[in-house]
């Protein structure tokens, strides 16, 4: 099975920078992904990374270490409209589909 | 192009009755996966359909049944409802079942089932 934590809640300031940090146990690993989940709506793909090492995408980057099970969201330069939750997301292998697995979100809060 | 699209968008029913949410996926996309998310919580993982069969299941009751038409669109029945099942249903499609360098889940709205 899998077991992927993250903090439940974080608060940063607009226009500052803020990471999001992700760790997780698996039986079998083929990437993990970052959602963007707003209040009521459906979660939208941030990142996917399989291979070690940063990935960036404007604002935002996305760091994995296998051997480490942990992975995490960096966002520059905060808006307002950041203010949202991001699940970090296992995607397994094996078993002949795809069970991805979600952690509980980090909610995060953007202040002026 | 559309995406992912659920109907209804909000229902609500009482304990006992049974409900059918309806999935349809991205234009081309051959997998339509459920998940189920409690607030506050992530969505957990329901079902899985490729090709119109079923690939895999998560740990949730019989009562949770699911199918994928040849059009590839897919519904999710529960029945018997309880007060827990309150929840928002998504339904996501991806090209195909997903190997180690792909996968993207492309999320619908969902479907938020009310339990009375």
């Known amino acids: 099975g899998q077991n992927i934590d993250q903090p439940t809640e974080m608060t940063a300031t607009e226009g500052a920078i803020v990471q999001i940090n992700c760790t997780y146990q698996?039986?079998?690993?083929?990437?993990l992904f970052w959602y963007q989940q707003h209040a009521g709506e459906a979660p939208t793909f941030l990142s996917y990374n399989v291979l070690d090492g940063l990935e960036e995408k404007g604002r935002f980057s996305s760091f994995l270490s296998r051997s480490k099970g942990y992975s995490y969201l960096l966002l520059k330069e905060l808006q307002m409209k950041d203010s949202a939750s991001y699940l970090c997301a296992v995607n397994p292998r094996g078993g002949g589909y795809q069970k991805v697995t979600f952690g509980i979100g980090t909610k995060l809060q953007v202040i002026p | 192009d559309a995406g992912v699209t659920q109907s209804p968008t909000h229902l609500i029913k009482t304990r006992g009755q049974h409900v059918t949410l309806r999935c349809s996926p991205i234009s081309g996309h051959k997998s339509v996966s459920w998940y189920q998310q409690v607030l506050g919580q992530g969505p957990q993982f329901i079902f899985q359909?490729?090709?119109?069969?079923?690939?895999g299941r998560g740990n949730f009751p019989d009562r949770f049944s699911a199918r994928q038409f040849p059009n590839y669109s897919s519904e999710l029945n529960v029945n018997a409802l309880l007060l827990g099942d309150s929840a928002l249903y998504l339904c996501?499609?991806?090209?195909?079942?997903?190997?180690?360098?792909?996968?993207?889940?492309?999320f619908g709205e969902g479907s938020r089932l009310t339990v009375l």
């Open positions: 359909y490729y090709e119109k069969e079923e690939r």
């Open positions: 996501a499609s991806s090209l195909t079942l997903g190997t180690p360098n792909t996968g993207e889940l492309f």
């Open positions: 698996t039986s079998g690993f083929n990437g």
